[in-house]
């Protein structure tokens, strides 16, 4: 079964340091990879994907995240953190071959901005 | 394009009673998910429709839970004799085409309280 783990619930930076929230998969086949973000009582927005054209993408609101076939990994970064980016981040997983076709999502990481 | 709508934003309701919810999807998008995201949790997948077509349903979606996509449009989700543990947001999710690498647009969804 197609997972996520994304380390740390919660991550706390200074405003203006680097963001970084971390999610590995698991998979054996390739896999197409997502950040979405989350305001309170909101639903879910888009920040960036990974869909094998490119390892390091480039998303919304200065965000990028690098896969990394050998650490199945796909870290999500920001060079300089701003109070708006406190948020919840949902890294999520789908798979290219057959099976199932909706979205396999991890814990989330909140994400506190301090000033 | 008026992207996903959820109706109501807010349930509450008793235990044992019926609840329905409404979601109308992105127009042009032929696949509808339901997910369920409870307190500190990321959104688990309930179930996926292409056009009217119920394609899959997750066991987390137990017999006093029904989804329907009538006309391929809008659907509902009913929750027959609510339980506490029913309480959580539930996002209605829409995708465009049949890849599994395109962005799911989210609902801002409901929140149930069971009480």
């Known amino acids: 079964a197609q997972s996520v783990t994304q380390l740390g619930s919660h991550v706390s930076v200074s405003e203006g340091a680097l963001v970084l929230l971390r999610c590995n998969y698991s998979?054996?086949?390739?896999?197409?990879l997502f950040w979405y973000v989350q305001y309170p009582n909101q639903g879910l927005q888009l920040l960036l994907k990974?869909?094998?054209?490119?390892?390091l993408v480039k998303g919304i609101n200065g965000f990028e995240a690098e896969f990394k076939k050998s650490e199945t990994s796909f870290h999500l970064t920001k060079p300089s953190a701003h109070m708006s980016d406190a948020a919840e981040y949902f890294c999520?997983?789908?798979?290219?071959?057959?099976?199932?076709?909706?979205?396999?999502f991890g814990k989330g990481t909140h994400l506190i901005i301090q000033p | 394009d008026t992207g996903v709508s959820q109706d109501p934003r807010h349930k509450i309701t008793k235990r044992g009673q019926n609840v329905t919810f409404r979601c109308d999807p992105i127009?042009?998008?032929?696949?509808l998910y339901w997910y369920r995201q409870t307190l500190g949790q990321g959104p688990e997948f309930l179930t996926y429709?292409?056009?009217?077509?119920?394609?899959?349903k997750s066991r987390l979606l137990s017999d006093r839970f029904s989804a329907e996509r009538p006309k391929g449009s809008f659907s509902t989700l009913e929750i027959q004799r609510t339980e506490q543990g029913d309480s959580a947001m539930y996002l209605c999710?829409?995708?465009f085409g049949q890849g599994k690498n395109t962005e799911a647009f989210f609902g801002q969804g409901t929140r149930l309280t069971v009480v």
């Open positions: 999710a829409s995708r």
């Open positions: 998979s054996s086949v390739p896999p197409y």
């Open positions: 990974y869909t094998s054209a490119a390892t």
């Open positions: 999520a997983v789908s798979y290219s071959g057959g099976g199932a076709d909706g979205l396999t």
């Open positions: 127009s042009e998008h032929n696949r």
């Open positions: 429709f292409q056009n009217e077509a119920q394609l899959e």
